[in-house]
């Protein structure tokens, strides 16, 4: 069973537009909410991160929004640029975890047209 | 800087071979962890380990064994490969809330 899901797939946006990825999840244990970016031929990078007792979280033009009733967050990219074109994973990690377990989404390929 | 090195970034082998994919760290971290990345799929967990001769099976253990004999290096080892095992894989390391990740082991099993 996916423990969050992860929308759309892949995302085409303009240069200069808003990139939107939405996450959702069911367990109320989790506690920490990190995003994911990973270019070509590379791993997986931390982008920004989350936690619940807080709604929004902003990183220059990277700002993800958190809806604690509705088990929602979402990333937002403001003013896109090509070098955002890349893979994006959510995450979530349950509470209390000391090994540090994220549950993945399913990943979002987001590229930006110049 | 922190680095998670996976021993190749390509490899080819035949149906039945037994496989190894290595890992080391330099970060002294205790958490290390290898998924499997296939399109549309994202990254699953296959096992992870929070210490020296510790395991914990992931949500797709299966036909995959892991080995941690030294705190730096994490093996994952594919007993007998079969071609459903052909992806990509991610070694990762994790320090306070954050995973480290190697640039992967593309496996082709043919």
């Known amino acids: 069973q996916q423990q969050v899901k992860q929308s759309p797939q892949s995302l085409i946006v303009q240069k200069g537009g808003i990139s939107i990825i939405n996450c959702a999840y069911e367990?109320?244990?989790?506690?920490?909410f990190p995003w994911y970016q990973q270019f070509p031929g590379k791993g997986p990078a931390l982008l920004i991160a989350?936690?619940?007792?807080?709604s929004e979280k902003k990183e220059g033009r990277f700002t993800i929004s958190f809806n604690k009733s509705a088990k929602q967050f979402s990333l937002h990219i403001m003013d896109s640029q090509p070098g955002d074109s890349a893979t994006y994973f959510c995450a979530a990690r349950g509470r209390g975890s000391t090994l540090g377990r994220l549950y993945f989404g399913r990943g979002t390929q987001l590229t930006v047209w110049p | 800087d922190v680095k998670v090195t996976q021993s190749s970034r390509y490899l080819v082998k035949r149906t039945g071979e037994k496989v190894f994919l290595e890992c080391v760290q330099d970060?002294?971290?205790?958490?290390m962890f290898w998924y499997r990345q296939d399109p549309g799929l994202g990254l699953r967990l296959i096992y992870f380990?929070?210490?020296?001769?510790?395991?914990e099976k992931g949500d797709i253990p299966e036909g995959y064994s892991v080995s941690r004999e030294k705190k730096e290096r994490f093996s994952l080892i594919l007993e007998s490969a079969s071609t459903n095992q052909t992806s990509m894989y991610l070694c990762a390391t994790q320090g306070a809330n954050i995973q480290y990740f190697g640039a992967g082991t593309r496996l082709s099993v043919l």
């Open positions: 970060m002294d971290h205790e958490n």
């Open positions: 367990n109320t244990a989790f506690d920490y």
């Open positions: 989350i936690r619940p007792d807080v």
């Open positions: 380990s929070y210490d020296v001769k510790m395991k």
